[in-house]
T-cell receptor, first 113, second 111 residues
């Protein structure tokens, strides 16, 4: 089955710096890719999602890159601020599955003022 | 706009006692619905999904069951809780099997 590895598990950056989180997956049939943010004690907030025909997507200070050849997905937070401090998860899915999301282990991001 | 509500917010239960957690989605007809479990500090594991009333598919066997009695309601339950059931339970909905939107979660502590 699908294996998703996410790194780093912990990331600390200064305010204004960029933060990059990477996920790799194993199933070449994976067709949907997403990133979620989870603040302490809360549910998950969908940040961005892309289908497999998209290599790059930018929205509001976030950039998602998809490298299908290397089976790698990344999230880049440009100019991070303290409000970005949270746990971030990647989640992927085969196009044929009924919403079977496979999550990475999460990255605890701390943005230092 | 769609809203998703989970109840209760938190539960503390004894081992061997029954459990029922609920999830309601408003503003969207016939959503796909999902239950997830998250260990403290851990990743999410999908437990069940449902694409229509009365139909639920199990993804992982954790001595839990789920039901969808109404189009906008998803229930997670068990007759006998185990210590391993402790964690954070999240309900999610999707309009199309891709993007999933999560509820606020229920924190369960089993003692």
């Amino acid at each position: 089955g699908e294996q998703v590895e996410q790194r780093p598990p912990h990331l600390s950056v200064r305010e204004g710096d960029s933060a990059i989180i990477i996920c790799t997956y194993t199933d070449s049939a994976t067709a949907y890719f997403s990133w979620y943010k989870q603040e302490a004690g809360a549910g998950l907030q969908l940040l961005m999602s892309v289908l497999s025909n998209v290599d790059r997507k930018e929205e509001q200070g976030l950039t998602v890159l998809l490298n299908k050849k290397d089976k790698r997905l990344s999230l880049n937070l440009t100019a991070a601020h303290p409000g970005d401090s949270a746990v971030y998860f990647c989640a992927v899915e085969r196009g044929s599955a009924l919403g079977r999301l496979h999550f990475g282990a999460g990255t605890q991001l701390i943005v230092i003022p | 706009a769609q809203t998703i509500h989970q109840w209760p917010v938190a539960e503390i239960k004894a081992v061997g006692s029954p459990l029922s957690l609920g999830c309601t989605i408003k503003g969207k007809s016939s959503p796909n619905l999902y239950w997830y479990w998250q260990a403290t500090g851990g990743t999410l594991q999908q437990l069940f999904y449902s694409i229509t009333v009365g139909q639920v598919e199990s993804v992982v066997q954790l001595n839990l069951s789920a039901s969808r009695p109404k189009d906008d309601q998803f229930i997670l339950s068990t007759e006998k809780l185990l210590l391993s059931h402790s964690g954070f339970y999240l309900c999610a909905w999707s309009p199309d099997n891709y993007e999933q939107y999560f509820g606020p979660g229920t924190r369960l502590t089993v003692l």
